[in-house]
């Protein structure tokens, strides 16, 4: 049993909203790639953060989709919340809109999958509440963490493969 109890998905959540200004473009009047994910990292260490209430750093980057492309005056919601929680570690899922300023339509297009560790006053790994998911989207989100999980550890050479018990069913 975590000794820090647990906490709903819903309570992690963070929204941040940003408008696409010209410093934010390339020369295609698109948004940069680079600040799309710094907008995302700052998302997602808050949704971090209100999990388990303590510093919490950027492990890895584990996934990015850049769906779409995000304009010049478009207005850009990220939502993000944690999917899961292991022992210090947070994997945190955030989801990109594009809303248009003149008509007001929202379309989802990109996501990304961040990990985050919670840090003590001395910059040590430190336990972190579990998290439960509260409807089938986050349900599902929770169940493949694991797995995604196990094979970032593979791929960091943090694992071996055949210590993989969510990953093995994949391949035999």
């Not at 006053?121 to 995604?148: F, I, K, M, S």
């Not at 550890?153 to 035999?172: C, D, H, Q, R, V």
Request: glycine share 6%; charged share 25%.
């Amino acid at each position: 049993m975590n000794p820090l109890g647990s906490k709903a998905v819903d309570e992690s959540l963070a929204e941040t909203t940003h408008f696409v200004l010209p410093n934010d473009t390339n020369t295609q009047g698109n948004l940069f790639g680079g600040r799309l994910l710094e907008w995302l990292d700052i998302t997602c260490a808050i949704s971090a953060h209100r999990h388990c209430k303590r510093v919490s750093v950027t492990v890895a980057v584990n996934h990015v989709s850049f769906d779409r492309p995000i304009k010049l005056g478009d207005l850009v919601t990220i939502r993000a919340n944690v999917s899961r929680a292991f022992n210090s570690s947070m994997e945190v899922w955030a989801d990109v809109w594009v809303e248009d300023p003149v008509t007001g339509m929202k379309i989802k297009c990109n996501s990304a999958i961040y990990t985050f560790v919670a840090v003590d006053q001395t910059g040590q790994p430190t336990v972190v509440p579990d998290a439960v998911p509260g409807n089938e989207e986050q349900q599902r989100r929770y169940d493949g963490a694991l797995r995604r999980r196990q094979l970032r550890l593979i791929l960091s050479g943090k694992m071996k493969p055949g210590e993989a018990t969510e990953l093995k069913a994949l391949f035999e």
